[in-house]
């Protein structure tokens, strides 16, 4: 395919799009198909052949909507109405335009796409969600998909892109915020043919599902951010490492990968250029460590999934010793339209050192949950209370918590603070992937540290010693402090481990291990207090009920 | 081969370039305790106990994986660094079941030696008490893995020296332990060639030959050197 044709074909499929009276889109992301969808859209479509409408009204899958706690979920293309938990029947009275009654008994069902949840939101990243087909390639071209990858192989060199990208200020979403343009240069100046672009979509942090609706919903997308950095640095092979929970993920992105070999997307002249990239999957066995990057490309290797230390870093020395680029997926989501739009675009949004937008998996106690995209400076509070509704049955807010193992919990009073990079660590969290779990007056913190601890005591490698012996001892003390049973000297202890996890772990599961305790220590130390007061208090009691 | 120029604990030293802090300490007599690191086999960086502090540096580097650089300041002992250690061997101490009373290897044991020189004298974390098992199946050598510490050397050594590549680690975490080939009693494991190297590199009493009493087990680390000085020397190749 040339560019010329790419144009053709989706000039096309928007023509046959424009052709229907009307459009359905039935959300098929993993939250809605949980609660029916697939059933929804087969029966939708049963309904539309049955009426013979099949030339008058297109129903479609399609990826996230975003209210996940809502679903199934259906988008009608003509007004962009949204409409909820909607059963088979409620369904066809979509096929009834003009008819009173049906709009009536639809209202109740509709959602106020005015509403903060949506109103605050800008999409880039999810732009495509609820409008593209992952299964069919040209629903993506019709939404400008591969026009980015067409414009930097035929128009830009690799340093135009590399600048474009660095203009940009994109900073790595996977958690660290590393900035995604001086990373490619770095693989770009790596002397050498041989290089690999690596995609980590192995999320992990609980409750965290930005990445999933990503592949899930726009599969395309990931492939053309992987090849546009592709031909930015120099590499001709990539490597999609997804978490093999991620089923339906997988299957999607084989397709996309299919059609987009088939159709000289990707392979060895991409879109009749000299350069030829190639993605394959590479399926996760179920380790939080194997996001570490270092882990992950053991693992790509067909090692066991541990860490090394760094230096080398990856994009001196990684993939079978080669120069490698590794990002998240929502960061290669966002080559596209920063390539489509230009670097100066996407800088525009956001604040002055973090830029663009950040897709958060708000979970928790809130009226709505699902997922949100807000320009980087949105503050918490906007999230949390306009966006999320505030807490479900009216209660108050206690803390919500960022950054999932390696992140930490932010206390109410703070939630005015901006989301981006520095405000989250310098308040004890960080950025993360995306997960934001809201907890209400009842969550007792020191439960909730206790439990991300025995998280990454359950997902520890192993390798070294601070990590694997550490994070058992930190668990145990916890649940001491549960259970009541804590005393001074096991404060004292907890927080020197806690230190040695921090400095001395060889990998960032163990250096972050610690976060959400430090957290806890930071903003409620009346909570640890409570519990060593607690002790002392019933031992007094127990004393003094002993027989003399 | 360039040579570089550093500082450690305020000491002028030189190291070629490519050589790892930990070597370039030892040749300038500077004794860095560590645990997983055994000259001869490659490093992993696993056990921390040699981790150093660099100046400009806001983390800490474990030595047998650093390069020297020009102009490095090094300081391998600090208060912070003396605690860091003394808690991972205690987290080893507590993590295992080691009672040196009735070791083979008292008295010839990395592990006891670390806890002497660190000054140790009671483990403030939790005793595990893990229940684990005696592989005594193989007909020379036992692998007692309450005494096991996960240095990995047996299994680096059986990989890159004897090239068996029958030890490894499987499970996770505090699950995490050392299996032969695939995870069958050692007396099984076709790959082996009850050559012995793992049990010579091994730190504690975790691998001993049978027969060896309380106290009685002491390893040779020499031939790792022999055998790996006539590698780099081609000295088995007839020339």
Known sequence: MTPEDLNERAAAERARQQGFRERLHCCTAAGCLSCGAEELKRDLTAQVEARALSQQVEVQGTG????????????????????????????????????????AALAAKR??????????QQRIVLENAGRVDPERLESYLAADGYSALARAVSELSRQEVLAELRASGLRGRGGAGYPTGVKWELVAKQPGTTKYIVCNADEGDPGAFMDRSVLEGDPHRVLEGMAIAGYAVGANQGYLYVRGEYALAIQRLQGAIRQAEREGLLGPRVLDSAFRFRVDIRIGAGAFVCGEETALIASIEGGRGEPRPRPPYPPEKGLWGQPTLINNVETFANIAPIIRHGGAWFAAIGTERSKGTKVFAVAGKTAHTGLVEVPMGTPLRTIVYEMAGGIADGGRVKAIQTGGPSGGCIPERLLDLPVDYESLVGAGSMMGSGGLIVMDEASCMVDVARYFMEFCRDESCGKCVPCRAGTVQMHQLLERFCAGQAGEHDLALLKELGTLLREASLCGLGQTAPNPVLSVLRYFPEELDQRLHHDAEAAAAAAATEPA | MSVKTLTINGKTVTGLAGTSLFNTAWEAGIRIPRLCHIGGLSD????????????????????????????MVVRTESERLHAHRKLIVELLFAEGNHVCAVCVSNGHCELQDLATSLGIDHVRVAY???????????????????????????????????GAHTLDVAGRGAELRLIADL?????????CTSCGKCVQVCPTGALFAKGSAVGEMTKNRAFLQYIVTAREKHEWIRK
Do not use: K
């Not at chain 1, 809502?70 to 988008?75: A, D, E, H, I, Q």
């Not at chain 2, 696993?46 to 650089?69: F, N, Q, S």
């Not at chain 2, 995870?183 to 790959?191: F, I, V, Y």
């Open chain 1, 64 to 103: 996230c909507l975003g209210l996940c706690s809502r679903g199934p979920l259906v988008r009608r293309a003509s007004d962009g109405a949204v409409f909820h938990e909607l059963t088979p029947s409620e369904a066809g009275l979509l096929l009834q335009p003009g008819d009173a009654a049906a709009e």
């Open chain 2, 44 to 71: 992993i960086g696993a056990c921390r106990l040699c981790l150093v502090e660099i100046e400009g540096r806001p983390r800490l580097h474990p030595a047998c994986m650093t390069e020297v650089e020009e102009g």
């Open chain 1, 111 to 120: 959602l106020d796409t005015a509403h903060p949840f949506f109103a605050h």
């Open chain 2, 183 to 191: 995870g069958q009693s050692w007396g099984t494991a076709e790959s």
């Open chain 2, 128 to 162: 595990q008490h893990p229940r684990r098992p005696v592989d005594a199946s193989h007909a020379r050598f036992t692998l007692d893995l309450n005494r096991c510490v996960f240095c990995r050397r047996c299994m680096r050594v059986c990989d890159e020296v004897e």
